[in-house]
Nanobody, 122 residues
């Protein structure tokens, strides 16, 4: 059993910052890519930022220059530093990982966190 546990969300004023963390735990063999997505009611879940196992990153255009994704492979943890937040950034943020387990070391699975609500007030 593998799970992703997010933390760090909450309420912040426009222009402020939040830092999200997502720790993977369980019978993990290898984590490939990790990422953050977000969703607002009535809309599809969208990619916010993605980081490959080698450290390469990509971002949604709407967050470029404001958000930074990073990972600590020793801790199986991915972070999202969010600066200059806007009310439009209000959403439930989900952590995502592509990983394999010790039971199936060469079969990759997609795992999601439970989501954390981030609210940016104007």
């Amino acid at each position: 059993q593998v799970q992703l546990v997010e933390s760090g969300g909450g309420l912040v004023q426009a222009g402020g910052s939040l830092r999200l963390s997502c720790a993977a735990s369980g019978s993990i063999f290898r984590i490939n890519a990790m990422g953050w997505y977000r969703q607002v009611p009535g809309k599809q879940r969208e990619l916010v930022a993605h980081i490959a196992s080698g450290g390469g990153t990509n971002y949604a255009d709407s967050v470029k220059g404001r958000f930074t994704i990073s990972r600590d492979n020793a801790k199986n943890t991915v972070y999202l530093q969010m600066n200059s937040l806007k009310p439009d950034d209000t959403a439930v943020y989900y952590c995502n990982a592509i990983l394999s387990t010790r039971e199936t070391p060469y079969g990759y699975h997609e795992v999601w966190g439970q989501g954390t609500l981030d609210t940016v007030s104007s």
